[in-house]
Antibody, heavy 118, light 107 residues
Framework: EVHLVESGGGLVQPGRSLRLSCAASGFTFEDYAMHWVRQAPGKGLEWVSSISWNSVSIAYADSVKGRFTISRDNAKNSLYLQMNSLRAEDTALYYC???????????WGRGTLVTVSS | DIQMTQSPSSLSASVGDRVTITCRASQGIRNYLVWYQQKPGKVPKLLIYAASTLQSGVPSRFSGSGSGTDFTLTISSLQPEDVATYYCQNYNSAPLTFGQGTKVDIK
């Protein structure tokens, strides 16, 4: 069965850093682009970042560009999001998601909650 | 950047009603449009990709149409289990913007 399991969320002070991880199983991880999407409490979905299967193509939302870094380790079937200079407005449930052959999201994890507060 | 605008932001309809949600892109995205369903407290689920192709396992009462800038999600006969927020998303190019969502509930 295919699974995505996020981890690494928690409570962090503004200006600090956090690294999210996503463990993939049940599919050939190295074949697919992967994504991070977030959802602030009571709000809609916001695309954060995407990375191609070979890490050559990477994209970020303007709201996180220069602060967040997406990466992957195909040998470990894992996706990462390094989040620096965190702000209160980064508070959200962060989902890891898998692409189909195109860049839409056909599998989502359950999310990991990031709370930025002093 | 491409902006995605959904309407309405919410609607209330009776069981068995036909429900239509629209999504407009600020520039043409061919048919690179998907619809997701997010039930309360749950993870988003892919309903339709390529504007009109039903994802495997999705009930046939859901359908999608459109190309270019204007797209539609239709539920032909609303069921209680369809209570959810529905999002469109552009995947023509980054940023992969979502619409703001349409909340559907039962009257």
């Amino acid at each position: 069965e295919v699974h995505l399991v996020e981890s690494g969320g928690g409570l962090v002070q503004p200006g600090r850093s956090l690294r999210l991880s996503c463990a993939a199983s049940g599919f050939t991880f190295e074949d697919y682009a992967m994504h991070w999407v977030r959802q602030a409490p009571g709000k809609g979905l916001e695309w954060v970042s995407s990375i191609s299967w070979n890490s050559v193509s990477i994209a970020y939302a303007d709201s996180v560009k220069g602060r967040f870094t997406i990466s992957r380790d195909n040998a470990k079937n894992s996706l990462y999001l390094q989040m620096n200079s965190l702000r209160a407005e980064d508070t959200a449930l962060y989902y890891c998601a898998k692409s189909s052959g195109y860049w839409y999201l056909d599998l989502w994890g359950r999310g990991t909650l990031v709370t930025v507060s002093s | 950047d491409i902006q995605m605008t959904q309407s309405p932001s919410s609607l209330s309809a009776s069981v068995g009603d036909r429900v239509t949600i629209t999504c407009r892109a600020s520039q043409g995205i061919r048919n690179y449009l998907v619809w997701y369903q997010q039930k309360p407290g749950k993870v988003p689920k892919l309903l339709i990709y390529a504007a009109s192709t039903l994802q495997s396992g999705v009930p046939s009462r859901f359908s999608g149409s459109g190309s270019g800038t204007d797209f539609t999600l239709t539920i032909s006969s609303l069921q209680p289990e369809d209570v959810a927020t529905y999002y469109c998303q552009n995947y023509n190019s980054a940023p992969l913007t979502f619409g703001q969502g349409t909340k559907v509930d039962i009257k």
